[in-house]
């Protein structure tokens, strides 16, 4: 059976913010991936408080997480070992 359109435009958007993660991580500068991460949508945003936050969402934070402490890292030349 086909599936309904809400949830075939609901894996597109899926498939596309996947894409972009991939190529912001084939990025060389931590600063250019955090401002192409900034561009990712993540998906639906949870409406109500019983919603569970997304596993694209989550996905999204930490990669922001981990760009930003990249930038930070390079801004003023400390090394991390944390990742």
């Known amino acids: ?37 900034q561009f990712l949508a993540p998906g639906r945003t949870p409406t109500t408080g019983n919603e569970r936050t997304s596993a694209s969402k989550t996905v999204h934070l930490q990669t922001k997480a981990r760009c930003t402490g990249e930038m930070r890292n390079e801004l003023l030349g400390t090394v991390c070992l944390c990742y």
Do not use: H, Q
């Not at 597109?12 to 192409?36: D, H």
């Open 1 to 37: 059976s086909k599936p309904v359109p809400e949830a075939l435009t609901d894996y597109t958007r899926k498939v596309e913010f996947l894409k972009g993660l991939l190529e912001a991580e084939k990025l060389t500068s931590p600063t250019e991936k955090a401002l192409a991460n």
